[in-house]
């Protein structure tokens, strides 16, 4: 019998760039925040879980989570570093869920802090130069960058479902209006489908304001059991599911950095996020009639039209006409990514799923200043990592 | 002399240019490049063997790479170029740059082959080359 899970609370560093601060900095100042939202301070704090980065920190060896300790609080609790490239914040999440859902502990802190590095992420030491490591063949046999691999997906969907560039935009046009409202934002000036389209072309069909950019930003949540629930007087949000999964033999998607799919008739596209998404709606008994949010990585402009689909919010080719119609929009029918999403913020890798997730937490509490979706009461994020790795949690009131 | 990027990629012989891939023969799955192990869960015996993968496909979607990639990719006189995802059949989707076809000549649903494309060539006149798919003119009279 595992126990309710709550979400104590939540604390995130202002999405950019930070060349000042260190990765380090930027995690302590997220955790205090969330502490402090949860209305508790360390000593109560019975585990630490860490998204590991391959960027800066953690000792070369991703120990995330234990640098923390050492430099803020060493109380002899466990801490759990996590891989999962860029969905390691929900790898984070679902391990302290773990904590606390098995009676463990009663406590546990949830970590993802990142600063990225500048231009291409370089390849990671040791690779291979030969055949058997994809990410040296797509840059000598063909240069294949990772816009590239979300623009075939966008160009196979105006063919399918006859998408135009202007819809592409008008995704764009919608996170920045999001984001206007949104403090944590980096990118927070209105954009419009003009200048989208005007904005230099990087990989066919997509421009460079279809595409997220790399940022610096870091963000904690607190979870905990049934007796902590109502510490900080604050309104409680709940764990109605949460799941992680990965890829399924046969996806037709393209996944980075391989040169080709193995394609099976039946198979999900993106099927480690789908299949997390289905696993977290079938813990929490819910159908995606029951979502008001969902916080989901884009990527770029295409990723906001295919997601909701392939997630079962509507048919496939029905994003765009939900899209051109306000149903995504702040008070429409599902509200997309409300805090402007990873177009606005731009990618801080390991960090982004746990944002989403702070993201949900304000919403569902009335807290979203500038961006609040009204009477929302059910939210859900979804995530995507290298290596075939999808997280997906849904949070209630 | 005309080096390949990757040894073990592709095959250059009488009939042209030939992937190399890996055929499952215990659960008849293509795989491409060649791969140590299958990936089917439900195949047990995953006996494999190396094989000349099909030369013509359809194009299944494409992009046009506008900007450089980073110096692991060498091309001399660089501008952008056409990136396709080829239906090769049997399942078999696979990535490569196209050439020989204006940049809005590409069409979803063309017919390709594969061919060579020179990447760069030194001051001996040794030179990279990748394989690339080209517009299979045969197949439009066909
Ligand atoms: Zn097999």
Redesign the interface.
């Known amino acids: 019998m595992t126990k309710p899970v709550h979400v104590l609370g939540a604390g995130a560093h202002p999405w950019g760039k930070w060349p000042n601060r260190s990765q380090l900095q930027l995690a302590i100042d997220a955790l205090a925040m969330a502490i402090d939202d949860a209305g508790l301070s360390w000593p109560e704090i019975q585990g630490l879980v860490a998204a590991s980065s391959r960027f800066e920190g953690g000792m070369g060896w991703g120990l995330h989570a234990n640098e923390v300790v050492q430099a803020v609080a060493e109380q002899g609790i466990p801490c759990v570093n996590v891989g999962g490239a860029c969905a390691a914040g929900a790898i984070a999440f679902q391990t302290a869920y773990s904590m606390i859902a098995s009676g463990q502990c009663d406590v546990v802190a949830v970590l993802g802090a990142e600063r990225m590095p500048k231009g291409f992420i370089p390849r990671p030491p040791g690779s291979q130069d030969d055949i058997t490591d994809s990410d040296y063949l797509r840059w000598v046999a063909m240069g294949a960058t990772n816009p590239a691999y979300w623009a075939i997906e966008a160009n196979r969907r105006k063919h399918d479902f006859g998408t135009t560039d202007a819809t592409l935009a008008q995704a764009s046009v919608l996170m920045r209006r999001n984001a206007a409202g949104n403090r944590l934002a980096r990118f927070r000036n209105p954009t419009t489908i003009d200048e989208v389209l005007a904005s230099p072309m990087v990989s066919d069909p997509l421009h460079l304001l279809e595409i997220c950019p790399v940022s610096d930003g870091a963000a904690a949540l607190i979870l905990g059991s049934e007796q902590y629930v109502q510490r900080s007087g604050k309104r409680p949000v709940h764990v109605a599911g949460c799941a992680i999964a990965t890829g399924q033999f046969g996806d037709p998607g393209r996944r980075i950095p391989t040169i080709s799919s193995t394609v099976r008739d039946d198979v999900s596209h993106t099927s480690e996020v789908t299949t997390a998404v289905q696993r977290a709606l079938a813990m929490a008994g819910m159908g995606p009639n029951d979502i008001d949010i969902l916080e989901m990585a884009d990527n770029t402009a295409w990723h906001l039209l295919a997601w909701p689909e392939l997630f079962g919010f509507y048919e496939a080719g029905q994003g765009d006409w939900m899209l051109n119609n306000g149903k995504l929009d702040i008070g429409g029918d599902l509200a997309v990514n409300p805090s402007g999403g990873f177009l606005s913020f731009g990618e801080a890798t390991t960090a982004q799923a746990v944002l989403q997730v702070c993201e949900l937490t304000w919403q569902l509490r009335g807290e979203a200043q500038g961006h609040q979706v009204p009477d929302a009461r059910v939210g859900m994020s979804a995530v995507l990592g290298l290596g075939a790795n999808g997280g997906s949690v849904i949070l209630k009131t | 002399m005309q080096i390949p ?5 592709f095959a250059v012989n009488g009939a042209g240019v030939q992937l190399i891939g890996t055929r499952c023969c215990s659960c008849d ?6 791969t ?1 192990g299958c ?3 439900l195949c047990r015996d995953k006996q494999l063997e190396q094989v000349l993968l099909p030369d013509r496909g359809t194009l ?11 110096a ?4 001399d006189a660089w501008s952008p ?1 056409a ?1 396709g ?1 080829v239906d090769l059949g049997h ?7 196209l050439d020989d076809v204006p940049l809005d000549k590409i069409a ?1 649903g063309m017919a390709l082959k594969l061919s060579l494309r020179t990447l760069t060539t030194d001051e001996n006149g040794q030179s990279r080359v ?2 690339a798919f080209v517009p299979d003119t045969t197949k439009d009279h066909a």
């Open positions: 990027v990757a040894e073990g990629l799955t293509l795989y491409f490049p060649q140590p990936r089917n869960p299944y979607s494409y992009t046009v790479q506008r900007y450089q990639p980073p692991l990719f060498a091309m170029y990136l995802l399942g078999l989707r696979v990535m490569g740059m979803i990748t394989y």
